[in-house]
């Protein structure tokens, strides 16, 4: 018999949740679809624009390229000239 019970009590509990959960839902489709005509569409994110690097850590870096040899002497001077410059 309490077999018989406990199935009896999960159809019930099942029942109930599923009901509810139904009307969560149709609240909540509800509510979306009243905010959704006085809302005006989000305008898309826009990436933070990265801070221009200083003429410093620019300059930092390109001497730490040249010593990893991943610039020859020449390169390096042609684009601290150019940093420079700028």
């Given amino acids: 018999m309490s077999l018989l019970r406990t199935a009896a009590r999960a159809s019930v509990a099942t029942r109930v949740i599923g009901s509810t959960h139904r009307r969560q839902q149709q609240r909540w489709a509800a509510q979306d679809a009243a905010t959704a005509g006085q809302h005006q569409p989000a305008?898309?994110?826009?990436?933070?624009?990265?801070?221009?690097?200083?003429?410093?850590d620019q300059l930092a870096q390109l001497g730490e390229l040249r010593a990893a040899g991943v610039l020859t002497e020449a390169e390096f001077e042609a684009q601290k000239a150019r940093i420079l410059g700028a």
């Fill in 43 to 56: 305008a898309p994110e826009t990436p933070a624009v990265a801070a221009e690097p200083s003429v410093l």
